[in-house]
């Protein structure tokens, strides 16, 4: 694998870089869980139906709504169809879907504040967060 930076993935997808991430830093890379703002990314068992691949735009697993941003899954700049997105279906709205990572290569999330991430090798759940306060909510980015 390759490093990867901010430039790399943002530019590839025509997301602005926030100003206080630095261009050329490396995007880390992690196969373990992870958040970015109100979602989540848990490492899962894989399944016989990986999905679809994602395509070259991306898919918006959370679509920014009322001023909010939205979370875009991107493929491997090295090998974009290797990426595959299961979205879950049914009436659970805190689990989006399941994203599967081959072996050598690395999916994104972008996010216009947050930057990006790189998700590793592995198959992964990915969920909302959510947060108590007055009740049980969503956790708002």
Do not use: C, K
């Amino acid at each position: 694998m390759n490093s990867t930076t901010y430039a790399d993935v943002l530019g590839a997808h025509d997301v602005e870089i926030p100003a206080h991430l630095v261009a050329d830093a490396e995007v880390p890379v992690v196969t373990g869980m992870q958040r970015q703002g109100d979602i989540i990314v848990i490492p899962a068992t894989p399944g016989a139906d990986t999905g679809t691949i994602v395509p070259a735009a991306g898919i918006a697993v959370v679509r920014g709504e009322n001023g909010g941003n939205t979370h875009l899954l991107v493929g491997d700049l090295a090998d974009p169809n290797a990426i595959t997105w299961r979205p879950t279906r049914g009436g659970d709205q805190m689990e989006l879907g399941t994203v599967t990572v081959p072996a050598g290569r690395v999916a994104h999330l972008i996010h216009p504040e947050h930057g990006a991430q790189g998700i590793g090798e592995g198959t992964y759940r990915i969920r909302r967060q959510r947060e108590q306060a007055d009740e049980i909510r969503m956790v708002a980015d």
